[in-house]
């Protein structure tokens, strides 16, 4: 049994030393070059802390390899990495910066003078000027080997809705226990060629970040503009023998919705489509079906604080198109809880909120203990010993083969294009312009549209590009509601059934 990833990499390295690990827009890396690179930023990192481990370290770069090999430097150094996305806007950067107080940050010669803007005067580790550690890696060797299982590997930032984004803090057990957990299950093997979708400051991208490490498969990093041109998209596919990708639903149905098969067969080269994160309908996913009838498909289901996906369904029969597709059946070593308003089992056909029990659970929202509080509570169900539950805010109910579906959200969070989004967070942004009296965010469902109602004096282009500096580009209303006032209900709240019929 091993208690670190990084044992991952070294075993891969030794094993498939020249086997190339990943490939990005600029080129590729070997196993044996991730190795020997991560281990000499490892060493850089120990050498500038005097080997204090178990501090967060930010990665600032533009998606590429070198994003993989730093977040392993920081794992052997025995620090956790948390990714920043180059597009982020300043105020929200600052805000993530005051929550992690990094110890460094990595990044690039020209992102450093951006990076700078933020504020941060701590100490930069530039990529390109770590020099090779050389053969002497001792002191890498005793601090990674005092690395337990349940130290942090990572934080990844994820809308708060109070505006202030939440740390989700996972430890090297967590993503040891998911990864054994889908390799075994998908039979994932140094055979495979991943083709990567998600950002690396997004969940998603766990399952193909460590799958690939370890057994030595190959990780494509697949070039952002593809996801809008569905042909080209698929042709990469298709000349880098690409068999298996794992992506958000969104980025499925672009291919979909063109029907961009017809022109680029895959047959026999694609043999896993896997899915995460939103609701993937089956009418889009019967095309993908039609086209490629041999590939196994995968509706994996989880929020970020229990490692990626904590359910599964292994598509085994035919939908119709308005058929809601389940979420399935509990990941191996994971215990899904599906709770009544009593905190009571539900019954087949109650619709309850899904709870999880486990290794997979975060140890909670980086220095945010409120928060972590609220979101991980005492399992109502054993009152015996302190056990800690995720619950999750999605409303699911099982169907007449035990199977999970999901429903919808207790709460105001959303899923758009992908994107996870406290309705919240908007909220709080807007309301924090001035000249704004009041404001409140729906979403239209069917036209994927954020709809921000405003009670303000303000021009429509203004109050974008003033959000624009506090929000990620993701979250921007795509539809503005101007309103004098905007309407309350009984109990004094905002009246958001009155607004929805606005939409
Ligand atoms: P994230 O933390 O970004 O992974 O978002 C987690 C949330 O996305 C969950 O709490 C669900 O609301 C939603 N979600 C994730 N996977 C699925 C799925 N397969 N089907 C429906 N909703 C999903």
Redesign the pocket.
Known sequence: MINTVFTWLTDSALRFPDKIAVVDENGSITYNQYFTKALSIARRIIEMSGGIAKKPIVVYMEKSKEILVSFMGIAYSGCFYSPIDVDMPKVRVEKILEILDPQFVITTEELKPIFEKFGYSGHYILYNDVYPAGDDLSIVKKIADSIIDTDLLYVLF?SGSTGLPKGVSICHRSVIDYIDCVCEMLNISNQDTFGNQAPFY???SILDIYSCMKTGATLYIVPQKLFFQPVPLLEFIRDNLINTIFWVPSALIVVSKLKAFKNVDLNNILKRVL??????PNKQLNIWRKYLPNAIYV???????IT??CTYYLVDREFGDDEPLP?GIPMKNTDVMVLNDEDKLVKQGEIGELCVRGTSLAMGYYNNPKMTEMAFVQNPLNDALPEKIYR???LVKYNEYGEIL?LS?KDF?I?HLG??IELGEIETAASSLNDVNSCCCLYDEENKKIVLFIDANLDEDFIKEQLKAIIPEYMLPGKLVYLNDIPINANGKIDRIKLKELI
Do not use: L, S, W
């Not at 899915?275 to 993937?280: L, R």
């Open positions: 994820t997004f969940d998603n899915f995460c994160g939103e609701v993937m509706n994996f289901y989880g929020p970020t604080e990626d996906a979420i999750t805010g999605d999901f959200r969070q899923k994107h996870r």
